[in-house]
């Protein structure tokens, strides 16, 4: 399989912990022939996090440095907050992004990773209010190209039991995929749930299966890695899983252009 990754974060994020030439070097290493930069474009009260012109800078010398070894390309996962639309799209314009990537981080500017969306919410409200911010996302932004882990909001409600039942939410979520999808766009599956013992990929196994009955093509597939050593982490268990749920390709993107990439055909498995 070829090996690439189209989520990984550096110390261009504020919580990345590896350089940019730290994470090329493992890639090489463990035989990585695309990856993709996708450090945060987040706002925060004192502008946006991300000093495009220096990361781009960066990881153009970086592409000429390693170009023998390794394919890399300029991606960007925007944290989308509806009010800073014009902004955001302004960033995009002015520089040369092979991909982007959009994920819902904050609802009504108050971040999902820490306690205080939660206060006062049962879990159906919380997500419910999650997904309603992401649909609404879809329908106002189409400068994307893959929406990032789906349901990123189990990893911080705290709840003994936090899966999203997909029939539990499911008028908001198929409007959700149907919107990206009628958008020409497409979603990650991405590993990291694992490595915050969710004991899944977001999204889980009853989403993308619906993704794809919803006419769902394209995929990409990454680790979210914050450190080198995560580089294309749990990414057999992740090609298992489309090759089970029916997916042929992968994708990764070039100037903003999806190229497909055959998964390697198995037999099929059974997943739970």
């Known amino acids: 399989m070829i090996l690439l990754d189209n989520h990984v ?19 090489i290493n463990i035989g990585v022939k695309h990856l993709t930069f996708t450090d945060h474009l987040e706002y925060n009260p004192d502008g946006f996090s991300l000093n495009c012109e220096e990361y781009i800078k960066t990881i153009m010398k970086f592409k000429e440095k390693y170009k023998k070894s390794i394919d890399i390309l300029a991606g960007v996962e925007v944290g989308y907050q509806s009010h800073l639309k014009e902004e955001i799209e302004n960033i995009l314009a002015s520089n040369p992004f092979d991909f982007v990537l959009c994920s819902t981080h904050s609802v009504d500017e108050i971040s999902v990773s820490g306690p205080k969306y939660f206060k006062g919410l049962s879990k159906k409200e919380a997500y419910t209010k999650y997904f309603e ?15 990032g882990h789906l349901d990123y909001i189990i990893r911080y409600g705290g709840y003994e039991e936090s899966k999203v039942i997909y029939k539990d939410y499911k ?4 409007s959700i995929l149907e919107t990206i999808i009628a958008s020409g766009n497409g979603i990650e599956i991405n590993t990291s749930g694992y490595r915050y013992g969710m004991n899944a990929m977001h999204p889980n196994l009853e989403i993308l299966k619906r993704y794809k009955e919803l006419g769902g093509e394209i995929i990409t597939v990454g680790s979210d890695s914050h450190r080198a050593i995560d580089l294309c982490a749990d990414f057999e268990e992740a090609f298992q899983m489309l090759n089970h749920v029916g997916f042929d390709y992968i994708c990764k993107f070039k100037d903003r252009k999806p190229e ?9 498995i059974s997943i739970a």
């Open 133 to 147: 911010t992401m649909l609404k996302t879809v329908k106002e932004f189409k400068n994307f190209d893959s929406y």
């Open 9 to 27: 974060h550096t110390t261009f994020s504020s919580d990345g912990k590896d350089t940019m030439e730290s994470v090329i070097k493992r890639g």
């Open 260 to 268: 497909f990439i055959p998964l390697e055909k198995k037999r099929r």
């Open 171 to 174: 008028d908001v979520l198929d």
